[in-house]
């Protein structure tokens, strides 16, 4: 969920029936849903579309979360010991719960989209804190090199009609 949408840990915990419309298909969080007290909406993923889809079908009378153990509230210690639990047996280190929003966002961002839809769906107000989320890897340095000659012409003809570089 939290990789596929970039929603906060309490806000996957606190998701409620009502805030998935799986037709339209958005998760549309109220103000009272986010640490910002902005509301917003997600698009869902085809991946996780199945995810909510069962998620759905175990209803506990009186029990409007859409994730829960028996009805009851998730507290924020179980996910956390699934967490790390999940990540010892995929032997990774160093990732907490929180690193599925980081990663959810440069993803969106290195797909194309732009700031402001990205900043949108993740609940982020302000262009600096939304920049703490996009690491520019290594990889993607190397992809601008090749697409710089797209904009200019980098090679002219001297008089002799021999090619010259201009490349500095």
């Known amino acids: 969920m939290a990789y596929r949408t970039a929603m906060r840990k309490e806000e996957i915990m606190n998701l409620r029936i009502s805030r998935i419309d799986l037709k339209e298909g958005f998760i549309r969080l109220?103000?009272?849903?986010?640490?910002?007290?902005?509301?917003?909406?997600?698009?869902?993923?085809?991946?996780?579309?199945?995810?909510?889809?069962?998620?759905?079908?175990?209803r506990f009378l009186g029990?409007?979360?859409?994730?829960?153990?028996?009805g009851k509230h998730i507290i924020p210690h179980d996910i956390r010991v699934a967490h790390e639990a999940a990540c010892k047996e995929a032997g990774i280190s160093n990732f907490v719960f929180h690193d599925f929003r980081h990663t959810c966002i440069n993803n969106w961002r290195?797909?194309?989209?732009?700031?402001?839809r990205i900043m949108a769906t993740s609940g982020h107000k302000t262009i600096s804190v939304f920049k703490r989320y996009n690491m520019?890897?290594?990889?993607e340095l190397k992809t601008r090199v090749p697409s710089m000659d797209t904009y200019m012409d980098t090679k002219t003809k001297n008089e002799n009609k021999k090619e010259v570089s201009t490349n500095a």
């Open 30 to 58: 109220k103000p009272e849903d986010t640490k910002t007290d902005t509301g917003r909406s997600i698009p869902i993923h085809l991946e996780l579309q199945e995810v909510l889809k069962d998620a759905l079908k175990v």
């Open 63 to 70: 029990s409007e979360l859409v994730f829960h153990l028996d």
């Open 110 to 116: 290195k797909d194309h989209h732009d700031y402001f």
């Open 136 to 139: 520019v890897d290594e990889e």
